[in-house]
């Protein structure tokens, strides 16, 4: 069975930081690209950042310069550093692995709301 499991999320004050981390407990991307989106309240899931297993990174230019996406590829794990958070960056955030042919595999999505 498929599993992404993710942690990190919370509440944080505008400027502040966060890190969510995603494990895959099963080495099922182990090979494969691995990323966040997210989903704001009303909108459409969106690409945050995603990592290849060469540490090849692709980010949403919202993101570029704040956000920093890492994998610890000895541990099955991918993080998403966020820093100068803004209120426009609360969301639900999704952990994801491509696995071709099938596509993306999702985790089961991590809160982040940032307020004062």
């Known amino acids: 069975q498929v599993q992404l499991v993710e942690s990190g999320g919370g509440l944080v004050q505008p400027g502040g930081s966060l890190r969510l981390s995603c494990a895959d407990p099963g080495s099922i991307f182990s090979d494969n690209v691995m990323g966040w989106y997210r989903q704001a309240p009303g909108k459409q899931r969106d690409l945050v950042a995603s990592i290849s297993v060469w540490g090849s990174k692709n980010y949403a230019d919202s993101v570029k310069g704040r956000f920093t996406i890492s994998r610890d590829n000895a541990k099955n794990t991918v993080y998403l550093q966020m820093n100068s958070l803004k209120p426009e960056d609360t969301a639900v955030y999704y952990c994801?692995?491509?696995?071709?042919?099938?596509?993306?595999?999702w985790g089961q999505g991590t809160q982040v709301t940032v307020s004062s």
């Open positions: 994801y692995g491509y696995k071709p042919p099938f596509g993306n595999y």
